[in-house]
């Protein structure tokens, strides 16, 4: 199983992006998906997060900014980030807990770069 991000890059500030992250291989079903975002010097924080049947949770800096997606039958979760803040600076990754014929996984994509300038 691989977690593909794509959609990071240099944006300034008030601009917008949109990341995707596809989940390929042997793939019984997916439950949680999210994205975490981690800036340097600073932990791995929780960006948002959606459920199977399509409930969200958001982090209090992105909530009214970032719309967090979900394409069940592409297996793809995506993040909408609008009103973008230099403060949003970081490497994104996308997580998601697959369930395979063998047990249930928690996966990480490999993570996107995006810079905001002010």
């Known amino acids: 199983v691989q977690l593909q991000a794509s959609g990071g890059g240099l944006v300034q500030a008030g601009g917008s992006l949109r990341l995707s992250c596809a989940a390929s291989?042997?793939?019984?079903?997916?439950?949680?998906m999210g994205w975490y975002r981690q800036a340097p010097g600073k932990e791995r924080e929780l960006v948002a997060g959606?459920?199977?049947?399509?409930?969200?949770n958001y982090a209090d800096p992105v909530k009214g900014r970032f719309t967090i997606s979900r394409d069940n039958a592409k297996n793809t979760v995506y993040l909408q980030m609008n009103s973008l803040k230099p403060e949003d600076t970081a490497v994104y990754y996308c997580?998601?807990?697959?369930?395979?014929?063998?047990?249930?996984?928690?996966?990480w994509g490999q993570g996107t770069q995006v810079t905001v300038s002010s």
């Open positions: 291989g042997s793939i019984l079903s997916i439950a949680d």
């Open positions: 997580h998601a807990q697959i369930r395979r014929s063998n047990g249930k996984y928690i996966y």
């Open positions: 959606i459920t199977s049947g399509g409930s969200t």
